[in-house]
Each structure stands twice: as structure tokens, then as C-alpha cells.
């Protein structure tokens, strides 16, 4: 099990590598200045510009050099652990990641704990009571909840429950009730994927010849399903379900822009638009480093769901 | 027996408490004015707290820092920091007399020498904004001199403006960029988190006027909608100028809470025409484009009236705007200048040719406000003159070099004019604005006229000098103006004080929060 894991993280370098190349050289080729960006992100309208300013930007911050050598420079740093100056602030790209990260997280984690406390009741009894009105009504809301547009229902959220009822606050990050409009939004659309994905796997589950068996012991409906069913049938799921935390903790950027919740994603797609290479990169390379982790769990959380990976890894 | 003495001793108990209870409260019911905090919070779309050497936040949004000299509400320039100035005969030097007895907020004292430090570190970050500077020196300890090789007349519009703020010394790094926010302005910050909120404190040591508000707390919304939520829902109290979409008025005028500000501001926006390569190289088609561009429409049903729809290329709030061009709108005109430049219908197809070629031109545009709402309406109205418009929407970036390659036949784009020396960048032949934002427009008076009027110190003499160079520009429609804006702000009702400023300048000094009587 620790080779195994070993293993996996070595494969993080290699990742690293490979994500921050592809970046920056997309980057590279991207249209436009990238001094004249960086101008405009760092001083505010392009009229208090002047092309010595630019120009000055360009020299200061190695712009002119060589593709390669920009990424060379970059590279040793970032392996040395120094990340580099924002462009557009000036201030320590891990700080800024570092200070953004937790909010991410915490509306990620959140919106998960929301997905998961309607997707899994939901589906499991829509798979139970299968073809009722409880599986319809189930679906339907699957449906909504897919086509739904997240800016959307954030934006309804807002208007419903903070402007006309006033219970909740609007935007921002100050306390814990400024968590739950975001973390209902973005969960909202997880939950309506999850509980689809709960449904089938325990459909296809409960048609298995070991239920049957487990029926025809004696044992009651409830441990049948909760004990025999479920764990089996969250397999496929928790697959779906790491990726989709993998994927929040990359910033959900609409919601963040709308609650003006400062997380990574708006970090990320400002500084893309500033062409601020340092944070791009360091971006990048943090939520690089983030997927192959929540994978790993994932890869590894197969082995608690399902012995028989659990002792086929041992025998190999 | 026991049990009922007990009963009709609660009974009066009771009727006793009632009646106390009702004699307190008729008490309270009196009128007593609540004391009330004087604290704002306000959402503003970008971070206040300023970026990269960020003084340029502070002055205008946040009064931090503050500057040498300042705009009026009428756009004059008025002393700040800089009590009087005046300039050699010869137009090289200036000479900047300073206020006495101000502090900056750590206490260091503010001098020539500190004027001449912080002009030099902003100098060196931003060149070219102060004019071709050959020295400043600090005379003595209250007047300082910058001299010029040759005579720079607008050197006080970028001394007014936010980048040339003054900070201690102390504020400063190694780089030259301002990493401690320390001024001399009637707030202090003590509270910065990056892209999230700003907090300021009253600054009791002011050298002015005292604010009433002891604390502001900025929080940065980017989200139009949501701002103004924030603001209906009472969560903010005050949505900074231009915080406003037109599209939002609407909802904020009808809530009673609410106070809806508006301020015309010199923010101009028009339709860039290359002049450089047919069809624009011929001016009888650029001035056809004026004819047939309808700005009056385009203001009020497209920008909902909020704008106004321009003749020349600058806002009447510009101290030396051209108070006499009309705004143009003929299409018959138009058809016939279009015609006298060789382009007609041949194939009456309801498309100009000329020569076997059809009159369609690209407009590229970024998607940022106003590009795409009056790039649509301007393809209209230059369809009815049988022109085709293709609007193609690029990234900023990709935008940008497009523009500067001279790829476009027609772009949008806008002035804020403050740097001073607007006339100049923008329609001199070498002008640096004229070349990157695509007009690449060349009038041998307009460079004479721009040239004359950057070295011209004498401001009545530089007013006569712009006035001859606008009405050429007209002429030639260098450009076709379109709208100059109007900026839209709102506070809640218990914000008083709060007056819109021209140049985007909050008046926090002057605000304060009105105490309600309770009921």
C-alpha cells in the first residue's frame, strides 16, 4: 500500500511538469502584449499609460526573453519552492494562492456536504421505490437541477432570501451564514448529477444475484440496502464525486464572482486576463497538485469499498 | 380555601405587572434620537486598496493619499497640498509652493525633500507623464522646482491625478512601489485584504477638515447585480460612481430607501475610423459616417438616457471642450457625400460598390462596455445608407493587436482625459493614442495646432489654440463621436453629504450618516 502511494506521488512531478509547460506555453501564445496587459492590470485604464511605462514593464519583468528561458527561470525557482511576485501586485504568489485557497476549500467542502445530503437520500430512494411517484419527482428535480444555469438560481437565491426576506446575507465571506447561498448553488447542480449516478449504480446493484441471497437469508430490507447495497453502488459514484470536489477546489468562478467570494477561481481567470504568468503558473501548478491528490483518495477509497482491490493489490 | 387566596393573589399580582409593566413602556415610547455610528460601507467594483505602487486607488476612491493639486466640481484645478504655483517665462520651470504644517500619518514631516522623493519614485515607474523632466529641487524646505527641456503646459493635470500622490518615504520599498499605505489624507487604512474589502479610520491629525465618519469599510463587488442587492438588502450603504448599470435604475429609483445619483462625467466614447486605408483614407466617407450615425437614438434607446450624444470629441465637463459643435445626423447628406467619394449602388442591391468592390468594412470590438451596445446600432444605421458592418468581438488582448496592426476598418474607444494632453496623444500624427488605438489619423494643422498647445502655458492662449484644433478634427471627422458618459451612483437615505464629483473624487470628508428618530 505505501509503494502504491509512493509510486502515485512521484507521478506528481511528472504532472506538475507537464501542466505548467502546457500553461505557459498557451500563455505564450495567446494574442496581445502581454507588457501592455500587465500595464493596464497593474495601473487601471489604458489612458494613463505611456509606452515607456510598457516598454519599462517589459524589461523589469524579463518579457522579451526567449520563450524557453522565461519558463527555465520560472522552473528552477518554483523547484526551489519560490513561487514569485504577482506581476499585477507585487505581492508572493503563495501568499496570494495560500490566502485565497481556504476560502475555496471551504465552500468546495460545504457544497459537497449539501450535494451529498440531497443526492444520496434521493437516490437511494428512487432506486428503492423505482418507477414511484417519490422516482419521479426525484428525476424531475435531477433534471431542473442540471438544466438550472448556476449564475442563474445564484442570482434567484440572492433576491429571494437576502433582499426580499433578508435571512441571509448577500455576498462576502465574513461568517458562516455567508457560506450558504454559495455552498445551496453550487451543490444544487452536483446533487441533481449525483443523485442520477446514486440512482442507476443501486439499480444495478440491487438486480445482483448476492442481494437476492441476502433477501432469501432473511435479512431486513433496510440492512439489505444500507449494509449490501449502498457501499457497493457508491464505487462508480465516489469517482464521480472526487472529481466533481476536484473540480470545485478549482474555483467555481461565476458563483465566486457573484457572492464575491474570494476564492482561486476569480484569482485565476483575472490574472489570465492581466497575462500574470507568475500567478497563472502558480495557479496551475497548485491545482495540478490537487488532482492528483483527490484522485489518489478516490483510487484509494476503492480499496475500502471494495475488498477485492483491496486484497488483489496484495497478492500483486 | 388556601388555594383560592392563592388565586386572587396572583390575579392582583398580575394586574399589578400589567399596570407597571405599561407605565414603563409609555415611558419609552418617548422620543429619544438614537446615537448613530458614523460608519459606512460601500461596494466598489474593483479593489480600492490599489495594486502595483497602488497610490492611484487610494487618492480618488479613498482619500489616503492626497495630491498636490486637485480638480474642483467645476474640473478646475485647485491647490491641495501645493498652496500656489507659477512658471518661468521661458516655460521651464515651475515652481510649486507647498502647505506648511502637515504630517504624514507615521508622522514624518511633508517638505519639499519628501514631494521630490515621491515625485521621483512615481518619476522613475510612470515616465513621460510628468513632461521631459530635467530636474526637481527642492529650493528650501517648502518649494520645490521642476524643470523641463522644453515647456510642458499641461504638468498639472498628472500632478491632480491619482498616481502622483504624495507618500512618506517610509511608504516606499526598494522597487519604488508603495507598500504601506501612508499619507497625508483625513483617512487612514487599517484593514486591507486584497480584492476583498478596504477599512479606514478617521485620521484625527488632519491637517483639514475634520471628517464626521470615523470609519468606511469598501468591499469589492464585481458583480453588477449583486452590488446592487447588496445595497437594496442594506448590506452596503453606498455604491461608489459608476458602481451603477443604466439597466438598474430603475429597480434602485423605485425603492424609497434609495437614492439614485447621477453625474455627467468627461468620459467620452466614440467610433474610431482607420484613416489610413480606403474606404476611411477619404474624408467624404468619414464624414458620411457621421451623417449617418444617429447618436440622439442610440443615447436614448440604447444607453436608456443615460448619456449624451456628442458633436466633438470632448465632454462639455472639459474646461476647454468646443462649445459649438452640433451633433450630426443627415442621411441624405450622408448618401450624397458617400456618392461624391465614387461609392453608389450600381446593382441597386441596396449595397454601396465602387469600382466592383462592395462597402463592407469590419468593426472589432472587445466585448467590455459600451463596445458591443452601440456597435450594434451603428451597423444598423449604416445599413440604411448601404453599408455593411462586420462586428467581430475579440479579447482584450487579441483586441488590442489587432488594433494596433491596423487589421480594422472601424473600432470603438473612449477618452478619460486626464492626462491633460489628450489632443495631442490622440490626433497628433505621432500622437502614441492615435497610433495604438487604430486612427492613425494625419492632419498637418491638427500637428501644428496640437504642438503649439502642449508648450502653450498661458490658458487662454491653450483654450484658443484647442478650439481651432477641435473644429478641424470635426472637419476631418477624425472620429465620430458617439456619447460623452453619465456616471451613476446610490446611497441609502440615511447617507447624506455624498456630492458626485466630475472626475470620480468621493467627498468622504464631507459625508456622514444621519441619526433616524426611532419610534
Redesign the interface.
Given at each position: 500500500m505505501t509503494k502504491y502511494i509512493a509510486k502515485r506521488l512521484l507521478l506528481v512531478f511528472v504532472i506538475i511538469l507537464g501542466v505548467t509547460l502546457l500553461t505557459f506555453s498557451l500563455m505564450h501564445l495567446a494574442p496581445g502584449d502581454p507588457a501592455e496587459q500587465i500595464a493596464i492590470a497593474r495601473y487601471g485604464m489604458e489612458e494613463d499609460l505611456s509606452q515607456e511605462t510598457i516598454e519599462l514593464i517589459r524589461e523589469q519583468e524579463g518579457l522579451d526573453a526567449p520563450a524557453y528561458i522565461q519558463y527555465g527561470k520560472w522552473l528552477n525557482h518554483a523547484l526551489h519552492g519560490d513561487l514569485g511576485c504577482s506581476l499585477v501586485t507585487g505581492e508572493s504568489v503563495s501568499k496570494e494562492i495560500l490566502r485565497r485557497f481556504p476560502a475555496t476549500l471551504q465552500l468546495a467542502l460545504v457544497s459537497m456536504i449539501v450535494s451529498f445530503l440531497i443526492a444520496i437520500p434521493v437516490g437511494i430512494l428512487s432506486a428503492v421505490k423505482q418507477n414511484s411517484a417519490i422516482d419521479y419527482l426525484g428525476m424531475t428535480g435531477a433534471l431542473l437541477g442540471v438544466s438550472m444555469p448556476n449564475f442563474w438560481l445564484a442570482l434567484l437565491l440572492i433576491l429571494l432570501f437576502s433582499v426580499h426576506l433578508g435571512w441571509f446575507p448577500v455576498c462576502g465571506r465574513e461568517g458562516i451564514v455567508h457560506l450558504i447561498l454559495p455552498a445551496i448553488t453550487l451543490g444544487t447542480g452536483m446533487a441533481a448529477i449525483t443523485t442520477r449516478l446514486t440512482r442507476s449504480s443501486m439499480l444495478e446493484v440491487m438486480g445482483q444475484n448476492y442481494i437476492r441471497t441476502a433477501r432469501a437469508k432473511g435479512l431486513a430490507e433496510k440492512l439489505v440496502i444500507g449494509k449490501h447495497a449502498f457501499k457497493n453502488a457508491m464505487i462508480p459514484v465516489v469517482t464521480i464525486v472526487g472529481l466533481q470536489f476536484a473540480s470545485l477546489l478549482e474555483g467555481a468562478v461565476i458563483v465566486e464572482t457573484i457572492f464575491a467570494w474570494p476564492g482561486i477561481g476569480r484569482l485565476l481567470v483575472d490574472s489570465i486576463f492581466a497575462r500574470d504568468f507568475a500567478v497563472i503558473q502558480g495557479c496551475t501548478l497548485f491545482i495540478a497538485v490537487i488532482f492528483v491528490l483527490v484522485n489518489l483518495i478516490v483510487d484509494l477509497s476503492y480499496a475500502y469499498l471494495d475488498p477485492r482491490i483491496r486484497y488483489g493489490r496484495r497478492r500483486a | 380555601m388556601l388555594k383560592r387566596i392563592l388565586k386572587r393573589a396572583t390575579l392582583v399580582g398580575l394586574i399589578c405587572l400589567v399596570i407597571l409593566g405599561t407605565v414603563l413602556f409609555a415611558g419609552c415610547t418617548k422620543e429619544v434620537e438614537v446615537e448613530v455610528t458614523q460608519e459606512v460601507v460601500a461596494g466598489w467594483a474593483s479593489d480600492m486598496g490599489g495594486?502595483?505602487?497602488g497610490a492611484?486607488?487610494y487618492s480618488v476612491g479613498t482619500r489616503v493619499f492626497e495630491l498636490l493639486v486637485t480638480k474642483s466640481f467645476e474640473s478646475e484645478i485647485i491647490p491641495k497640498l501645493a498652496t500656489s504655483w507659477e512658471v518661468s517665462d521661458d516655460g521651464l520651470t515651475w515652481t510649486f509652493h507647498l502647505r506648511e504644517g502637515v504630517k504624514f500619518h507615521d508622522g514624518t514631516p511633508f517638505n519639499a525633500d519628501a514631494v521630490r522623493f515621491t515625485l521621483e519614485m512615481h518619476h522613475k515607474?510612470?515616465?513621460?507623464?510628468l513632461g521631459p523632466v530635467a530636474s526637481m529641487t527642492a529650493i528650501d524646505e517648502y518649494t520645490l522646482q521642476i524643470t523641463h527641456t522644453e515647456p510642458y503646459a499641461t504638468l498639472l493635470y498628472p500632478l491632480s491625478?491619482s498616481?502622483f500622490a504624495m507618500a512618506s518615504p517610509g511608504a516606499f520599498d526598494e522597487?519604488g512601489?508603495i507598500?504601506n499605505a501612508i499619507g497625508t489624507g483625513p483617512f487612514k487604512e487599517e484593514e486591507w485584504?486584497?480584492?476583498?474589502?478596504l477599512v479606514l479610520v478617521r485620521n484625527d491629525d488632519y491637517w483639514g477638515k475634520t471628517p464626521k465618519l470615523e470609519r468606511i469599510t469598501i468591499?469589492?463587488?464585481?458583480?453588477d447585480?449583486?452590488r446592487v442587492?447588496?445595497l437594496?438588502?442594506g448590506?452596503i450603504d453606498m455604491i461608489g460612481p459608476g458602481g451603477v448599470p443604466p439597466e438598474q435604475i430603475a429597480v434602485l429609483e423605485n425603492n424609497p430607501e434609495i437614492e439614485v445619483m447621477k453625474k455627467t462625467v468627461p468620459s467620452v466614447n466614440y467610433l474610431a475610423l482607420n484613416c489610413q486605408k480606403p474606404p476611411f483614407d477619404d474624408v467624404r466617407v468619414r464624414q458620411a459616417i457621421d451623417y449617418a450615425v444617429d447618436q440622439e437614438s442610440i443615447v436614448k434607446f440604447v444607453l436608456g438616457g443615460f448619456g449624451i450624444p456628442l458633436g466633438g470629441v470632448a465632454s462639455a465637463v472639459i474646461d476647454w471642450a468646443h462649445p459649438n459643435i452640433p451633433v450630426k445626423y443627415d442621411i441624405e447628406r450622408a448618401k450624397q457625400l458617400l456618392n461624391e467619394a465614387g461609392w453608389i449602388d450600381a446593382d441597386s442591391n441596396g449595397i454601396l460598390d465602387k469600382n466592383g468592390e462592395e462597402f463592407r468594412v469590419s468593426l472589432i470590438i472587445t466585448s467590455r462596455w459600451p463596445a458591443l451596445t452601440i456597435a450594434e446600432p451603428i451597423q444598423a444605421q449604416l445599413r440604411n445608407v448601404g453599408i455593411i458592418v462586420e462586428i467581430q468581438v475579440l479579447?482584450?488582448?487579441?483586441c488590442?493587436?489587432?488594433v494596433r496592426a491596423g487589421e480594422h476598418d472601424m473600432t470603438t474607444d473612449g477618452?478619460?482625459f486626464?492626462?491633460g494632453n489628450?489632443l495631442y496623444r490622440r490626433f497628433h500624427s505621432e500622437g502614441?493614442?492615435n497610433l495604438?488605438r487604430g486612427s492613425f489619423f494625419s492632419d498637418s494643422r491638427v500637428d501644428e495646432l496640437t504642438e503649439r498647445g502642449r508648450g502653450t502655458i498661458d490658458q487662454e492662449e491653450r483654450y484658443q489654440i484647442y478650439l481651432e484644433a477641435q473644429e478641424i478634427i470635426a472637419e476631418e471627422t477624425a472620429v465620430v463621436p458617439i456619447f460623452s458618459q453619465i456616471q451613476i451612483s446610490a446611497v441609502r437615505d440615511n447617507i447624506k453629504g455624498y456630492k458626485m464629483h466630475p472626475w470620480y473624487i468621493v467627498n468622504w470628508v464631507d459625508i456622514f450618516v444621519a441619526g433616524r428618530a426611532e419610534e
Open positions: - | 495594486s502595483y505602487g492611484h486607488h515607474r510612470r515616465p513621460s507623464h491625478w498616481f522597487k512601489v507598500v485584504i486584497p480584492k476583498e474589502k468591499k469589492t463587488i464585481p458583480d447585480a449583486t442587492m447588496a437594496e438588502a448590506e479579447e482584450a488582448g487579441a488590442r493587436k489587432a477618452i478619460g486626464r492626462s489628450s502614441d493614442m495604438s
